[in-house]
């Protein structure tokens, strides 16, 4: 007597196939958070080479450019330490990467350009003359993020030499996402700027204070899901 077919299930030939999709999916996903952060810094990257390059062909005088143009040597420190440290830095976001040498080598390269960056732009605070869209608000904002982030890299790696990784994790993450602020600030600004050509001050201010507000933010938000899932 026979019996019908049974129905049929998962083949010897598809099994093996599981772990290597589920393995390329989590690729995939973990270089989803530094290909955006890459991208974002290629807005102060860009920006940062423009005036380079503006500042290396005897450019003409205008209002927008004096400050740079009479005291260049902060500008250019600013921008390159800028430029390697975000660039650098959104690889610090891959999982597997900090799990390696490799994190702990970039680190001693990014400890630098971030005090660079946090220095350079308190520098160029406390000396350029302000320029007319700007505010005394955002002058004050500027000396509270250069500060904290100065600070939060001094904690990270005081963290980092007592094996404090989570405590080194969450300040380092801060003093990043302050460093990154000119690329959502452009993002919010930038878009607005095309269609008006120009900003008012308050506008102008709105906008920058919010880039810092917003990256801030979503900083604290990354550093409390590491928590809740037991990761530094």
Not at 126 to 131: E, I
Request: hydrophobic residues 50%; contains cysteine.
């Amino acid at each position: 007597m026979t019996t019908p077919d049974a129905a049929p299930g998962p083949t010897a030939a598809a099994l093996p196939e599981t772990a290597p999709v589920q393995a390329r999916r989590r690729a995939r996903h973990t270089w989803l958070v530094p290909t955006g952060l890459l991208l974002l810094a290629l807005i102060p990257a860009l920006g940062g080479s423009a005036r380079l390059a503006e500042l290396a062909s005897d450019p003409v005088l205008t209002e927008e450019n004096a400050r740079f143009v009479s005291q260049p040597l902060p500008v250019v420190l600013h921008v390159v330490c800028v430029t390697v440290y975000s660039l650098l830095g959104a690889f610090q976001f891959v999982p597997s990467l900090r799990r390696r040498r490799w994190h702990r080598w970039a680190g001693r390269v990014l400890a630098p350009a971030g005090v660079g960056v946090a220095l350079t732009g308190l520098w160029m605070t406390a000396f350029y003359d302000l320029p007319v869209k700007d505010t005394a608000v955002v002058n004050g904002m500027r000396y509270l993020v250069g500060t904290t982030m100065l600070l939060a890299i001094v904690l990270g790696v005081r963290a980092a030499l007592r094996r404090d990784l989570a405590t080194h994790s969450a300040w380092m993450t801060r003093a990043y996402a302050l460093a990154m602020g000119a690329g959502t600030q452009g993002l919010l600004l930038g878009p607005l700027v095309l269609v008006t050509g120009s900003l008012d001050p308050v506008t102008n201010s709105i906008g920058l204070t919010a880039g810092w507000v917003v990256n801030i933010a979503v900083a604290e938000w990354v550093i409390h899901r590491r928590r809740l899932r037991g990761h530094g």
